[in-house]
């Protein structure tokens, strides 16, 4: 008995919807913070933003089969490397134009910024792929 196919992608279908309210709430306080406090907080955004969109990629889609769980697969081993690449492109233009060394002023993305990004090039490649096919 093969029962790999039941352990991929193991959260039910109703959870994107979860996923969709977390990016919204967190998308509604990152707006509030932001009119209200004029704080432009992007690595406060980046968490519930990586989370949601964890929930919606790695939920089970309406009809999964291999053919979905390969596309899920290929699309998240494109977008680790290719976010990798991003977020050190970014760090470096970063740190090039503006580090100084006497006051130390190193700059790097966050766990959830690079999550964020991963996740987001993942959605977007599996959804050109299962539209190409």
């Known amino acids: 008995m093969n029962t790999s196919k039941n352990l991929n992608f193991t959260y039910p279908f109703?959870?994107?919807i979860l996923g969709v309210i977390l990016i919204l709430t967190g998308?509604?306080?990152f707006l509030f913070r932001?009119?209200?406090y004029?704080?432009?907080d992007f690595i406060g955004f980046s968490s519930p933003l990586s989370f949601g969109l964890m929930m919606i990629f790695f939920s089970k889609e309406r009809v999964t089969d291999e053919r979905t769980i390969y596309l899920k697969f290929k699309s998240l081993a494109l977008a680790v490397p290719l976010a990798a690449?991003?977020?050190?492109?970014y760090n470096y233009s970063k740190n090039f134009k503006a580090y100084r060394i006497n006051i130390d002023n190193w700059y790097s993305i966050s766990a959830f910024e690079y999550l964020s990004i991963t996740m987001l090039?993942?959605?977007v490649t599996f959804h050109f792929l299962k539209a190409r096919d």
Do not use: T
Not at 85 to 89: E, T, V, Y
């Open 27 to 29: 998308l509604g306080v």
């Open 85 to 89: 690449i991003l977020a050190s492109i």
């Open 38 to 40: 004029e704080i432009e």
């Open 121 to 123: 090039i993942a959605l």
């Open 14 to 16: 109703w959870i994107k």
């Open 34 to 36: 932001s009119n209200v």
